[in-house]
Nanobody, 130 residues
Framework: QVQLVESGGGSVQSGGSLRLSCAAS????????MAWFRQAPGKEREGLAA????????YYTDSVKDRFTISQDRDKNTVYLHMNSLKSEDTAMYYC???????????????????????WGQGTQVTVSS
């Protein structure tokens, strides 16, 4: 079992930045893909960024790759999502997810197989005001 706890959400003005954190605990192994998703009201869940802990390979969806960066602190079993140049359309609930597979089996171009992520955090709200 893996437990995930997100933090760092909040309200920010358009153009601002936030850093989300996802602290993992439990049966943590290096062969784990950590990812960030978001879901706005009335919209489908959207994959944003993923990182394979063992080798640091990262994946991004095109809409955020120039503004968001995923990183990790392996000593703390924590993954971060650094978000810059935030826009009102970034307003959503942000979720951390994990699965014991290489990310390449969970992300295929623009397709993010979110049902295949077994572990999820409770989410943290990000609100961007214009």
């Amino acid at each position: 079992q893996v437990q995930l706890v997100e933090s760092g959400g909040g309200s920010v003005q358009s153009g601002g930045s936030l850093r989300l954190s996802c602290a993992a605990s439990g049966d943590i192994y290096e062969s784990i893909c950590m990812a960030w998703f978001r879901q706005a009201p009335g919209k489908e869940r959207e994959g944003l960024a993923a990182l394979f802990q063992r080798d640091g390979t990262t994946y991004y969806t095109d809409s955020v790759k120039d503004r968001f960066t995923i990183s990790q602190d392996r000593d703390k079993n924590t993954v971060y999502l650094h978000m810059n140049s935030l826009k009102s359309e970034d307003t959503a609930m942000y979720y951390c997810a994990a699965e014991s597979l290489h990310c390449r089996y969970l992300v295929n171009g623009a397709t993010w197989y979110y049902p295949n992520f077994q572990y999820w955090g409770q989410g943290t709200q990000v609100t961007v005001s214009s």
